[in-house]
C-alpha cells in the first residue's frame, strides 16, 4: 500500500480525493500505516472489492469495511462527504457550528450535529505526549455567573462550568536576539471542583512530573496537590498571561461560534479547541491526523452520545 500524501491546499484537497475510490484508499493508509492486515488470519495478501470498497483476504476469504469498527462505523455518509466534514471542521479557522455544517453538507441539524460529535470523539489521542518544562495552571468558569459561589471550590449553578487549563510557555529567540515566550500545547478538563485533589488528578494525568507549575496564590495548588512538581507563583504583573490569553480565545469561540454551549457536552467542545489550538500552525495537517485518530477510535451510538455527561 503507497503512502498517500496529505493535501495542503482546497485546491489539491478537491483534486485528490474526487472519487470515492480514493478516500478509501487514504482511509486504508491511516488505519493501516504499516499495510493491512486481515483481522482474522493476519494475512497481508488482499485484492479489493470495487463494487462495495472492502477489502477480502486472499487466504481466508474475510471481507474487511476500511470504516468497521472505526468512528465511521455504519456511517450513511460516503467517504467524500466525511472527508469534506473532517476537512471543514480541521480547516475553517473559527470552527464549525452544527448549523454551519447543516447548510455545508445539505443534511438535517440532527446529523450535522451528530456527525460534528463523532468528530470531536476523534480529536483526544490517547496516547498524546504530557506538558512539560515551564506551565502555567489556572482554572476559569465558563457560562456566566454563579450564584451563591462562595469561591473557586465549587461551582454551583448549572449552566455554570468549573475548567482546569494548562499551557505550556515556550521561550524562543526573535530575529533581533531577543527572548521571548509563546504558548505552546494546551490541555482542558471540565471539573467539579478545584480542590487539591482534583487539581492533582488533572496535574498528573496531563503534565510530566517534574515540570515547573506556574500558579496564582489558590489555596488548592498546595503541597499535596503539587507534590510531583516544582511550584512557582506567578509573578503579578504577567497576570498568568498565556493561560488567561487561552481562557479568553475559549470564551470567544463558544460564544461567537457556538453561541453558548449545553455543559453536558462541554468537554466535547474543550477537546475541540485543544485540537484546533495545538495545531493553528498547521491546519492541514490537523485534517490528515484528524482522519488518522479517526480510525483507531471506536464507534459511538447516538444514545451513547447525547447521555454523555460532564466529568472531572
Known sequence: M???KFPTTLKEFREQFSEEAACFEY?????WPAGFACPRCANRKYWV????????????GQQTSVTAGTILHRTHFSLREWFWAAYLVATHTPGMSGTQLQRQMGCSYKTAWYLLHRLRHSMVNEQRSLLGGRVEADEVIIGGPVSGKTGRGVTKDENSTLVFGAVEVVAYTDKRGGRLEKAGRLRLAVTQRADALS???????????????YTDGW?????TALADYRHALQPADT?????????????TWLNGTHHGVDPKYLQNYLDEFVFRFNRRKTPMAAFQTLLGLAAHKVPVGYEKMTMRESTG
Open 199 to 213: 487539581i492533582r488528578h488533572f496535574l498528573t494525568t496531563n503534565v510530566e512530573s517534574g515540570s515547573e507549575i
Open 49 to 60: 472489492k470495487a463494487r462495495r470498497l472492502v477489502y477480502e483476504c486472499s487466504e481466508c
Open 239 to 251: 497576570h498568568a498571561l498565556h493561560i488567561h490569553r487561552a481562557f479568553g480565545n475559549l470564551k
Open 27 to 31: 482511509m486504508g493508509q491511516s488505519r
Open 219 to 223: 489555596k488548592g495548588y498546595s503541597k
Open 2 to 4: 503507497d503512502k498517500l
